[in-house]
């Protein structure tokens, strides 16, 4: 099965009432298990390469890898760049065959994100690859949620910022952030609703690791489009090689360490997938 591109995905997601979970990958063994519970829970999702680790593992490795993957799956996959710092980033990206990308400037000036982000969109759409951007300031885990939340998505600046790019799907901030969370996230759900009403483009939330399971159902319930899940992933494979290697010294078959690794992976994928889905019909 190619590759299907982030519009095909949220399309899905809206007819059948679930969200799409988009997590992030940077080698081999957390792709396969991103993708093996995916198939495993009936459940599309987008494999997602974090800007840093575009640079650490290489927009064309991670392109084959999910390439490959996809054709093992039940499921449709979207392979995306998450974050993008650049133009030069995200087209990078749209020419190693990703089949979305995300173009984050929401720290520039309103007319240079837009005017940047424009030229990713028309360079994406080229080639029927999505396109999202983002509004507002999505805060790293350690602020507490009175500095989260000076950085919220307005509502009538989203609209038009949507209107003068012609994107795809929005990431806006409505409490969550990314990382380990140092305080509980206060989730505004009277703004997300706002923004799902007020928005003529999908919705997307960053920041699912560690926000609390209630919280990520309200928010499929009231319909966002897609969650994005990176850190989660990331712990549970560095505490499984952790113990292995704890356990077994360095002098092992790294292939067992690594499919430790693999199967903790599996197993929180398997768990978000379950609450991203329980809507489904």
């Known amino acids: 099965m190619a590759l299907s591109n982030y519009v095909e995905l949220l399309n899905y997601a809206k007819e059948h ?8 990958a940077l080698n081999l063994e957390i792709l396969q298990a991103l993708v093996s519970a995916a198939s495993r829970k009936d459940a599309p999702i987008i494999v997602q390469t974090y800007h840093k680790h575009v640079d650490f593992a290489g927009a064309d490795y991670m392109r084959a890898i999910a390439e490959v993957a996809s054709t093992h799956s039940k499921v449709k996959i979207a392979m995306g760049l998450d974050h993008g710092r650049s133009y030069e980033q995200a087209k990078l990206c749209i020419d190693a065959g990703y089949s979305g990308v995300m173009i984050d400037l929401a720290s520039e000036d309103y007319d240079y994100n837009v005017k ?11 080639r029927g690859i999505s396109v999202e951007a983002e509004l507002g300031t999505i805060s790293d885990a350690d602020r507490t949620p009175e500095e989260i939340a000076l950085g919220y998505t307005d509502p009538e ?17 409505i409490g969550t952030a990314h990382g380990v969370y140092k305080y509980t996230p206060k989730i505004n759900f009277d703004l997300l609703k706002e923004l799902i009403d007020t928005v003529s483009c999908p ?6 690791s560690g926000t609390p399971d209630e919280d990520v159902t309200e928010m499929v319930r009231m319909g966002i489009a897609k969650l994005n899940v990176g850190t989660d992933f ?3 494979y560095n505490e499984a090689l952790y113990a292995f290697y704890k356990e077994h010294g360095a002098r092992c078959d790294i292939a067992d360490a690594l499919e430790t ?3 903790a992976v599996e197993k929180v994928a398997e768990q978000r997938l379950d609450i991203l889905t329980q809507f489904r019909v």
């Open 261 to 263: 690794a693999r199967t």
């Open 116 to 126: 940047e982000t424009c030229r990713v969109v028309e360079a994406a759409h080229a």
């Open 17 to 24: 009432k679930i969200t799409i979970g988009a997590f992030n």
């Open 203 to 208: 919705i997307v939330v960053h920041g699912g």
């Open 157 to 173: 600046i989203a609209r038009r910022f949507v209107k003068d790019t012609g994107i795809d799907c929005l990431a806006v901030s």
């Open 234 to 236: 990331f712990i549970a």
